[in-house]
């Protein structure tokens, strides 16, 4: 019979805004417990925060496991000792391919303007430079500032990747320094993107 479940349900000034399951178990040789998390659910920043302070707070817990969370979460930052959280990344449970370019750079916010020239072999209708900047997205010709093939676009639309260490390592081309720090800043995310979900 397995172990059971509890629930936890963070509830904020508009309501219920994030969840938590998880089980225990003894740990063999230690007088602690483990408290492992298999599901964590957060709108925001302050749901999620209210989530870890109880998890971390629970009774005769000697470690907290906690499965499929962003890999910059700053839960460390909570602690009085950074070194108490130790972060693995075992699997990768988020992939990206642009396959509308124009309708993907408008479903999002830009931190300044940019011209971008995107070269897509398999679907050569997204090639072309794009614009994009706060006001929008505008398509059509003139000097790039980067030039990417789609899937490094891709790499840079999650937020996770800077323009400079792609072109670091040969994947991006900048027409000069000031158009990569350009990049840097029109891609920049507050929260890079992450799923939670395994498949």
């Known amino acids: 019979m397995g172990r059971p479940l509890r629930a936890i349900v963070h509830t ?14 003894r740990t063999p040789g230690s007088f602690g417990a483990r408290l492992e ?25 000697e470690e907290v496991l906690v499965f499929a ?16 959280v130790t972060s693995r990344v075992s699997a990768n ?21 940019l011209s971008i020239e995107v070269r897509d072999a398999f679907l050569p209708g997204n090639s072309g430079v ?16 980067i030039v990417v093939d789609v899937d490094v676009l891709s790499q840079l639309y999650l937020g996770t990747t800077s323009a400079t260490s792609l072109a670091g390592v040969g994947r991006l081309t900048a027409a000069s320094p ?21 498949f």
């Open 93 to 113: 449970d988020l992939w990206l391919r642009l396959v509308d370019v124009e309708r993907a750079l408008r479903a999002r916010s830009w931190a300044g303007p």
């Open 69 to 84: 969370r962003p890999t910059d979460e700053l839960v460390a930052d909570m602690f009085l000792d950074p070194r108490a």
């Open 178 to 198: 000031a158009a990569l720090a350009r990049a840097d800043a029109a891609f920049a995310l507050i929260e890079t993107a992450y799923s939670g979900t395994s």
């Open 130 to 145: 794009y614009r994009v900047s706060e006001s929008g997205v505008e398509r059509g010709g003139g000097a790039a500032d």
């Open 12 to 25: 904020g000034p508009d309501g219920d805004d994030g969840a938590a399951l998880f089980m225990t178990s």
């Open 37 to 61: 998390v298999v599901d964590f659910v957060a709108a925001d920043a302050g749901a999620a925060i209210g989530l870890w302070r109880f998890l971390l707070s629970v009774d005769l817990v």
